[in-house]
């Protein structure tokens, strides 16, 4: 059974800093891992997708890493700002013989303080 | 284009009373997803729906919840009878198709007391 783990559950930097969130999964057989932001009351936004035959993938100031083989994901995001405290989930989706399903891992809480 | 819409947006009932949400996922996606979120942890799968048909719906508690999509639009999600441990955020999300991208609505927080 696929296992996500975010460590940590919760961080808070000074604005200007640079973020590094990490997730982890037991079951290296993926079909690809995506990073979702969650405002408190909302939904899930995707932020990036990393297809399993990927080693990054980058939008802005968001960069995304895969070590498909060491079963770990890290998400940058440089230059912190306030409005970038929320809650971020990573989740990994197996492949269509195994399910298709998408397996999160427990978010990281993040807090940028002006 | 307006996004997943789901009702209520918050609903305390107490226990032993049933409840239903209710999805409309956007306009053209066949796949429809309800996740069940409790607080500090990551959604969890309920139930999957390829436009009518549920997929995958290991796990949903069969017992006391159900779910429905009649016409392959919208959907609802039952609880009865509600149990204090049923209080979380019911999160509903569609998709093109099986696999692709995963758009969610804000979710229904609900309270059993």
């Known amino acids: 059974k696929q296992e996500v783990t975010q460590i940590p559950a919760a961080l808070s930097v000074p604005e200007g800093e640079n973020l590094v969130l990490n997730c982890s999964f037991t079951d290296s057989a993926i079909y690809n891992l995506q990073w979702f932001r969650q405002d408190p009351g909302k939904g899930l936004t995707s932020l990036l997708l990393?297809?399993?035959?990927?080693r990054e993938q980058t939008s802005g100031r968001l960069n995304a890493s895969l070590d498909k083989s060491s079963g770990r994901s890290t998400l940058y995001i440089a230059a912190s700002q306030p409005g970038d405290s929320a809650t971020y989930l990573c989740?990994?989706?197996?492949?269509?013989?195994?399910?298709?399903?998408?397996?999160f891992g427990g978010g990281t809480r993040v807090l940028v303080k002006p | 284009e307006a996004g997943v819409v789901q009702s209520p947006r918050y609903k305390i009932i107490e226990k032993k009373q049933p409840v239903a949400f209710w999805c409309n996922p956007i306009s053209g996606h066949n796949t429809l997803y309800w996740y069940l979120q409790n607080l500090g942890q990551g959604p969890e799968l309920l139930i999957r729906y390829e436009n009518e048909e549920a997929v995958d719906d290991s796990q949903l508690p069969k017992d006391r919840f159900s779910a429905e999509r009649l016409k392959g639009v919208d959907s609802t999600l039952k609880i009865q009878p509600a149990e204090l441990g049923d209080s979380a955020v019911y999160l509903c999300a569609s998709s093109p198709g099986p696999g692709e991208t995963q758009y969610f609505g804000p979710g229904t927080r609900l309270l059993v007391l």
């Open positions: 990393i297809q399993s035959s990927q």
């Open positions: 989740a990994v989706r197996v492949p269509k013989a195994a399910g298709n399903k998408l397996t």
